[in-house]
């Protein structure tokens, strides 16, 4: 069993947990906050059996999007200048093994 921890934007949490439960996953998410980009975030934690772990990315995958998204002017870099602009990718997906799952 593996545990996934995704990160993604929070606009796109909701379309990712509702296709993986449509596919047979529960999963539970969280709000955060990004410290780069100052974004709002959410945390999708999702218990996936080994087989399934590839499956389960297809959707995270298929139900993210990528967005261009301004780079706040406020961050202190000294002389090294950020572009504008920047491509957020869909989601980071962390996987861990789980030495055991209890569904109470």
């Known amino acids: 069993m593996?545990?996934?921890v995704t990160?993604?934007?929070?606009?796109?949490a909701s379309k990712v947990v509702s296709a993986l439960s449509m596919a047979g996953y529960h999963s539970t998410v969280t709000d955060s906050s990004g410290g780069f980009l100052k974004k709002e975030n959410a945390i999708i934690l999702s218990a996936i059996d080994?087989?399934?772990v590839n499956?389960?990315?297809k959707i995270i995958k298929d139900n993210t999007s990528?967005?261009?998204?301004?780079?706040?002017?406020?961050i202190?870099?000294?002389?090294?200048?950020l572009?504008?602009?920047?491509k957020v990718g869909?989601?980071?997906v962390i996987t861990l093994d789980v030495e055991q799952f209890i569904k109470l």
């Open 83 to 86: 572009p504008p602009q920047v």
């Open 7 to 12: 990160v993604t934007e929070k606009m796109d």
């Open 55 to 57: 499956a389960a990315l």
């Open 66 to 74: 990528e967005k261009i998204v301004d780079v706040p002017t406020d």
């Open 2 to 4: 593996k545990l996934l």
């Open 50 to 52: 080994d087989k399934k």
């Open 76 to 81: 202190p870099l000294g002389s090294f200048k």
């Open 90 to 92: 869909k989601a980071v």
